[in-house]
């Protein structure tokens, strides 16, 4: 597995664009932060998997579909819970769909290996 820095960088970058846009539409909120800093995580390990993240010769486009769908995944439950806020279901919901993520994820690298 290789992971370019420099794509992680953007990855994170964007990710943190992406978990402000969350942050702003949430202004006043209780729960800003919860959202904030959730949507920034979900998005970032999503979002490298997609750009940042190679297996060399075979088996990165099973990766990358993964981290696609999991990234949209992501990124409409957040805007569900951005402006239906409730922090026990955000964090059940977005747990469940992180934890299966990397579920899914370490069982594409083992039978790559």
């Known amino acids: 597995m290789r992971v370019n820095f420099v794509m992680l ?3 994170l970058a964007i990710a943190a664009l992406a978990a402000f846009g969350f942050y702003s ?5 209780d729960t800003q932060l ?7 995580v979900m ?3 999503t979002f490298a998997g997609i750009i940042a993240v190679g297996f060399g010769s075979g088996g990165t486009g099973n990766i990358k579909v993964v981290s696609v ?4 995944a992501s990124v ?5 819970f951005n402006f239906f806020m409730a922090m026990e279901p955000y964090v059940i919901v977005n747990g469940i769909i992180m934890l299966i993520y990397i ?4 069982s594409v690298v083992r039978a790559l290996k």
Do not use: H, M, P, R
């Open 9 to 11: 960088l953007i990855a």
């Open 25 to 29: 539409g949430n202004k006043g909120e």
């Open 34 to 40: 919860l959202i904030t800093i959730g949507s920034g």
């Open 43 to 45: 998005l970032f390990i």
């Open 69 to 72: 769908l999991f990234f949209i």
């Open 76 to 80: 409409v439950s957040n805007l569900i």
């Open 103 to 106: 579920l899914i994820s370490y």
